[in-house]
Nanobody, 130 residues
Framework: AAQLVESGGGSVQTGGSLRLSCVAS????????WGWFRQVPGKEREGVAV???????SYADSVKGRFTVSEDYDKYTLYLQMNNRKPDDAGRYYC????????????????????????WGQGTQVTVSS
């Protein structure tokens, strides 16, 4: 099984930028159907920025134009660049990967079933201050 470890969380002022990283290890059979998800207390975990195996990207409407997801195959690392942060961006951000590419990225960011994302990191907390 793959292990995913996120880093880069912290506090940022409204309008500021932050970059999260997710390093994968433990299983060389990668699908690269992975992405970033966010959860706040009392709400369901939601897809923020997700990549399909062909590299195509999908974003939640709330972050389009501000967040960019990218990947470095050589480093087995997924990034999330977050610019122009807003208070609603706060939450715990998780990196997750599908063992088989069953859920398209577009579905994952549109409230689709996330059960196909088999491997999850422990998350990294992001807060936004005004």
């Amino acid at each position: 099984a793959a292990q995913l470890v996120e880093s880069g969380g912290g506090s940022v002022q409204t309008g500021g930028s932050l970059r999260l990283s997710c390093v994968a290890s433990g299983d060389t059979r990668r699908t690269y159907c992975w992405g970033w998800f966010r959860q706040v207390p009392g709400k369901e975990r939601e897809g923020v920025a997700v990549i399909d195996s062909d590299g195509s990207q999908s974003y939640a409407d709330s972050v389009k134009g501000r967040f960019t997801v990218s990947e470095d195959y050589d480093k087995y690392t997924l990034y999330l660049q977050m610019n122009n942060r807003k208070p609603d961006d706060a939450g715990r951000y998780y990196c997750a990967e599908q063992a088989s590419c069953l859920t398209p990225a577009a579905e994952a960011v549109a409230g689709g079933n996330l059960s196909d994302f088999t491997y999850w990191g422990q998350g990294t907390q992001v807060t936004v201050s005004s």
